[in-house]
């Protein structure tokens, strides 16, 4: 939750506030993961440094800066005929990016290290001098991809269902929650190239509700087949060559969208001239990027981020 008045909060009412008390749990086969239980930090370590931050989260709740329960970025936003609109701005080295509502309020911070092959996601932003929970060691949710570009999967940090566990009985060493995977490819259309992606996310339910993929819940790979357990399949749209302008073209209703191979829109597997997700470029650093349920806040912005390497 993020912790401010009401009336500066107007990112939050596509969420309409109004989480369930328990999301779903699924059940499936768990096979614990050795080598993440190496790298855990000791539970000693954990509860230390958790200490020392709590002193700054009660510094920042009574300025209403503290943004520590990351439900609202998980959770789907709001049924709507329509997309909701957001932006996201680039930095000029190209490796950090930060989602604005379409008001300009300050969302998410994303940092990408590409040696490492990843993206780490804070709900604090660097560079705002009165908010000093920032630390780059903590990210809210991770996002990291294959050395081929290919596949990319997105984690949640501090799970929902092992939060208040000890961190060696946590998911935390077995994998994390899992929140995405995407798998992208290449396709010729016409003259042009089309960078194409197949999105799977833990499905959603019609009361609220989403599968929390969580290896402590006997989760799996999100990524592999699965009969018992719920996900949900979006894929890109397809553009159509224009021979007129010799270019790709997909048609973004609303926006004024500049050339851009980054350019893209994801409609549902089952209905696929349906939009529920679309990413434009439409100035020198920055491209709007407006989505709708099932997609939550930081599915869409993981998403969107795919698109680093795609030229």
Known sequence: MVFREESAASWLWPLGRSLPSK???????WRPTSSASSSCESDDDADRRDRERAFDIADSVEKGLAREVVAEFTHPLRKSGKLWRFHVVRSE????????????????YARANLEACRVDFFLY?????????????RPA????????????????????HCQFLPKHLSCACHGKQQVAHIRQSRKPIGD????????????????????????????????????????QQICTKKPTWNDEVE?????????????SAKNFQLASAQKPDHVICQYGKIGPMTFSLDFKYPLSVVQAFGISLTTLFWT
């Open 125 to 137: 932003n660097p560079t705002d001098k009165e908010d000093k929970l920032y630390d780059p060691s």
């Open 141 to 160: 949710f991770t996002m990291t991809h294959s050395k081929d570009r290919t596949e990319w999967r997105i984690v949640q940090e501090r799970c929902d």
């Open 93 to 108: 080295d190209k490796l950090q990016y930060r989602l604005y509502s379409d008001d300009g309020e300050f969302l998410m």
């Open 247 to 259: 270019s790709l073209v997909l048609d973004f209703k609303g926006r004024n969208i500049l050339s």
């Open 23 to 29: 999301d779903k749990e699924a059940c499936g086969s």
């Open 192 to 231: 042009g190239i089309f960078n194409c992606m197949e999105v799977l996310i833990p499905a959603s339910y019609s009361d609220g509700s989403r599968v929390i993929w969580c290896p402590m819940l006997g989760m799996g790979d999100l990524a592999a087949p699965h009969e018992d357990c719920d996900t």
